[in-house]
């Protein structure tokens, strides 16, 4: 039994509620009888493609996220393409990957993608197991050392009509589950002073961009991958 999984085996179940509980049960069943989260398969392959493609154009070519470029440019980023099929499964992928990633050379991985072509794809749905894949960072004691951010093709803010242009800057090809360290983090914002006007900047691009103009990325980002 792995650190990860041995935590979440000693999860209160009055503490965490009976919700949480039984899923956290099943994963743990899950990972014991499994013990390879993915396969390289040429689905995974497109899928990962069409992620580099969506990461360079749109996240990088449009500097969405000023920090990403660098662990880009220094292969830093780790991809993992889950074969689940449900929430229990992804959320064994999630525990194995946040293990991973806390165990990893910070110089070698530092940030991944852990992509689910196959579950969760209402927003909906995502937007709910978010804070389930919250409650297993604390339940591994990861709190304050990695964090997951969300990304999905119909990804919604609070208060918006699902076409905001201000959406754009969530909207990944697949739901994704973007695993990064906080250590990272805090060095990112040290470096880019005006780190809490990225969001407001972000709008602003894509507004001048327009929705036309996201679609004909997303077409060379197909013709790229």
């Given at each position: 039994?792995?650190?990860?999984?041995?935590?979440?085996?000693?999860?209160?179940?009055?503490?965490?509620?009976?919700?949480?509980?039984?899923?956290?049960?099943?994963?743990?069943?899950?990972?014991?009888?499994?013990?390879?989260?993915?396969?390289t398969t040429a689905f995974s392959s497109?899928?990962?493609?069409?992620?580099?493609?969506?990461?360079?154009?749109?996240?990088?070519?449009?500097?969405?996220?000023?920090?990403?470029?660098?662990?880009?440019?220094?292969?830093?980023?780790?991809?993992?393409?889950?074969?689940?099929?449900?929430?229990?499964?992804?959320?064994?992928?999630?525990?194995?990957?946040?293990?991973?990633?806390?165990?990893?050379?910070p110089a070698k991985i530092d940030t991944?993608?852990?992509?689910?072509?196959?579950?969760?794809?209402?927003?909906?749905?995502?937007?709910?197991?978010?804070?389930?894949?919250?409650?297993?960072?604390?339940?591994?004691?990861?709190?304050?050392?990695?964090?997951?951010?969300?990304?999905?093709?119909?990804?919604?803010?609070?208060?918006?009509?699902?076409?905001?242009?201000?959406?754009?800057?969530?909207?990944?090809?697949?739901?994704?589950?973007?695993?990064?360290?906080?250590?990272?983090?805090?060095?990112?914002?040290?470096?880019?002073?005006?780190?809490?006007?990225?969001?407001?900047?972000?709008?602003?691009?894509?507004?001048?961009?327009?929705?036309?103009?996201?679609?004909?990325?997303?077409?060379?980002?197909?013709?790229?991958?």
């Amino acid at each position: 039994m792995t650190a990860a999984t041995a935590a979440l085996a000693g999860l209160d179940a009055a503490a965490s509620g009976p919700i949480l509980y039984k899923l956290f049960a099943n994963v743990i069943s899950y990972l014991m009888k499994n013990a390879s989260p993915t396969e390289t398969t040429a689905f995974s392959s497109e899928v990962i493609a069409h992620t580099k493609a969506w990461l360079e154009r749109a996240v990088i070519g449009l500097n969405l996220c000023p920090f990403a470029k660098a662990v880009h440019i220094k292969d830093q980023i780790r991809y993992v393409v889950s074969s689940a099929q449900t929430p229990e499964e992804l959320m064994a992928d999630l525990v194995r990957e946040l293990e991973f990633l806390q165990e990893a050379d910070p110089a070698k991985i530092d940030t991944t993608l852990l992509i689910h072509p196959d579950v969760l794809r209402n927003f909906l749905d995502y937007n709910d197991f978010l804070d389930v894949a919250d409650a297993a960072v604390d339940e591994l004691d990861l709190s304050g050392e990695i964090q997951v951010a969300s990304f999905h093709p119909e990804y919604q803010f609070a208060d918006t009509d699902i076409d905001d242009i201000s959406n754009y800057t969530n909207r990944s090809p697949y739901p994704t589950l973007h695993l990064l360290r906080e250590a990272s983090v805090e060095r990112a914002v040290e470096a880019f002073p005006e780190a809490s006007e990225i969001f407001d900047k972000n709008v602003q691009t894509l507004q001048q961009l327009g929705l036309d103009g996201w679609q004909k990325i997303l077409r060379e980002e197909q013709k790229q991958a």
